[in-house]
């Protein structure tokens, strides 16, 4: 069966440090793959898109690699703040019922600690 | 300022009563959908239209309807609320959703219902 996987418990880490979250999938062969921000409440934000023949993509602290070997996305955050604690979420472009849509992972909680 | 609004942001009904929630977007964009948020689920699908009176179901779409009659709203309808559906609910749209073409996802701030 299709399925997007992150890591269902919260990721702990001291500020400063560098936070990696895991997106993996099983039974897809997304062209693209997307990272959202997710603030308790509110609504995803978007944060950086990479495409099947990117090894990696960089924006400010953020770094997004993406392996289709493996099948699994690696999301980084460098010199980590509190600011930075949210519910981060993978989504990926997948063919279904014959148009191209997101398919989003349930979300690893980062908390990042002063 | 780009976005998607939503409305109400809270809702309790009863079970049975119709409701609708709101949805609009300033954007012009072409491709707006609905999703429910449920813990440990992730965001799944309800309904998606690709345009003005272009809908279709998404992977949940039990118990809901929707309407594209301009491109700028997109309202959820619940005909008779059951307490299965009590979630957390977003609207999002995107300039355009074809194969090849990938854009992200702006996404309302979400209505939080509870039917009892």
């Known amino acids: 069966s299709q399925k997007i996987e992150q890591n269902s418990e919260a990721l702990n880490i001291q500020e400063g440090k560098t936070a990696t979250l895991t997106c993996n999938y099983t039974n897809y062969s997304p062209a693209y793959l997307q990272w959202y921000r997710q603030d308790p409440g509110r609504g995803p934000v978007f944060l950086l898109l990479i495409r099947e023949n990117e090894k990696e993509k960089r924006k400010e602290r953020l770094k997004v690699t993406f392996d289709t070997t493996l099948k699994q996305s690696l999301f980084h955050i460098t010199a980590s703040q509190p600011a930075d604690s949210a519910t981060y979420l993978c989504?990926?472009?997948?063919?279904?019922?014959?148009?191209?849509?997101?398919?989003f992972g349930a979300g690893t909680r980062l908390a990042v600690h002063p | 300022e780009a976005q998607v609004t939503q409305n109400p942001r809270y809702l309790i009904t009863v079970t049975g009563k119709k409701l609708t929630v709101t949805c609009s977007q300033n954007m012009n964009h072409e491709y707006m959908s609905w999703y429910r948020q449920d813990p440990g689920l992730g965001l799944r699908q309800i309904y998606y239209?690709?345009?003005?009176?272009?809908?279709d179901k998404g992977d949940v779409p039990e118990g809901y309807k929707v309407s594209r009659k301009e491109k700028r709203n997109f309202p959820l309808i619940l005909e008779s609320p059951s307490p299965n559906q009590t979630s957390l609910y977003f609207c999002?749209?995107?300039?355009?959703?074809?194969?090849?073409?990938?854009?992200?996802?702006?996404f309302g701030q979400g209505t939080r219902l509870t039917v009892v």
């Open positions: 989504a990926l472009e997948a063919l279904s019922g014959g148009y191209n849509k997101l398919i």
């Open positions: 999002a749209s995107s300039p355009i959703y074809r194969t090849g073409e990938n854009t992200e996802a702006f």
């Open positions: 239209s690709m345009n003005v009176e272009v809908t």
